[in-house]
Each structure stands twice: as structure tokens, then as C-alpha cells.
């Protein structure tokens, strides 16, 4: 019998909380791999855990997670219908930006989840998560828009959005985000 994605998540958890790769580890309080559902359609991937996300080593669970939890509730999802992840998978110290070397070793273990869950629609939130699948892409340019793409032989549809942290500080990105997810809610009816 072979395993079920929630064991093989789980296994890939386990690697990613030994990981010493990079020496985010050290500064880290724990690992924060992802969360949700291990057969959802859809997949939201962030940045990078926070201090609310390291202190409790699940995603999206401080300021951003609750915007994010009201635009999923907008267009009638719950963390349990998707899986969310992150780029990194520890916590930059005070919250900088990640580096090149630590996208670098820390991705297999996202790319990894992806083979997993084969997710149907992939949603990046901000340019780090963008970037990984499209290096020259401008978010400005491309948010909001719906892509059908096949990574790593999965085929998905891919819709790029901002970062929920940028909602928060900025009243037009806030409006650009409410509008992006409209449009992930129309096409997920149309599936
Ligand atoms: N920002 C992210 O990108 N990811 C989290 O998990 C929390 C905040």
C-alpha cells in the first residue's frame, strides 16, 4: 500500500525540522513546513514565517494571516480546503528579506510538498513566492493574472497575487488583493 500525502507530508515535515542547510535553524524557535489540507486543489504559497508563525511553527498565523483568513472567507474558503506553505520554511531574523542561498536549499522542500499534493491552482502571495516559479516576473505587472502552466510536470493554474503584509500597509494593494482574490473565486467557480 503506498503512503498517503498526509504521511508523506509529514515525512517531508520531519526533514525539513532537521534541516541545517542554511543557519536560519539557529535562530529559528521551529520550523514552520506548511499547513492544511494534504489533498487540496489548491495551494497557497507566502514568503517566510514571522515571529507569530515561528513561535507556534505554523503558516500565516500572525497579521497577514488574518487578512489572509478574510480573503479566503471572501470567496467561501477555510485553511482546511487549501494547503499554504512558504518559501522558507525558518524565520529570517527580524523578518528581512530571504537570500539568495537560502531559496536556494530551502526550496526542494517546497518543490517536494508540490510533487505531493499535485495542487491544481497555484497561488503566490507576494514577489518571493512569484519569483521562484517566474525569476524575471514584476508582480506589479502580473498580479491578478490567471496563467495555465506545467511545473514539473503538474499541470496548474497559476494566479500570482500580492503579499497580504503589503495589503496591510498599503490602502491600493489592499483593493488590488480584495479584486485578485474576486478572480480566483470566479475561476474556481468555473471548475
Ligand atoms: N508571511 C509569510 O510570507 N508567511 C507566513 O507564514 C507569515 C507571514
Known amino acids: 500500500m503506498s503512503a498517503t500525502n498526509s504521511q508523506k507530508l509529514k515525512y517531508l515535515s520531519g526533514l525539513i525540522a532537521s534541516c541545517q542547510k542554511c543557519p536560519l535553524y539557529q535562530t529559528a524557535t521551529n ?18 514565517p514571522g515571529f507569530y508563525e515561528d ?11 488574518k487578512l489572509l483568513d478574510k480573503l ?6 477555510k485553511r ?5 506553505a512558504n518559501i522558507l520554511k525558518h524565520r529570517p531574523p527580524d523578518n ?14 517546497l518543490k517536494a510538498q508540490l510533487q505531493v499534493i499535485r495542487p491544481r491552482v497555484i497561488i503566490t502571495l507576494g514577489r518571493f513566492a512569484l519569483n521562484y516559479f517566474f525569476p524575471e516576473a514584476l508582480i506589479s505587472q502580473v498580479r491578478g493574472q490567471i496563467k495555465k502552466i506545467t511545473w514539473q510536470g503538474i499541470d496548474s493554474t497559476f494566479i500570482p497575487v500580492y503579499h497580504p503584509s503589503a495589503g496591510l500597509r498599503n490602502g491600493s494593494m489592499l483593493k488590488s488583493l480584495q479584486s485578485d482574490f474576486i478572480t480566483i473565486g470566479k475561476f474556481l467557480d468555473q471548475k
Open 72 to 77: 479566503l472567507a471572501s470567496i467561501n474558503l
Open 80 to 84: 482546511q480546503d487549501v494547503f499554504i
Open 96 to 109: 528581512r528579506n530571504p537570500e539568495p542561498a537560502e531559496i536556494k536549499v530551502c526550496t526542494p522542500f
Open 31 to 48: 520550523p514552520v513546513p506548511g499547513d492544511g489540507n494534504p489533498e487540496a486543489k489548491i495551494v497557497f504559497i507566502g514568503e517566510a
Open 55 to 65: 513561535e507556534q511553527g505554523l503558516p500565516f498565523v500572525g497579521n497577514s494571516g
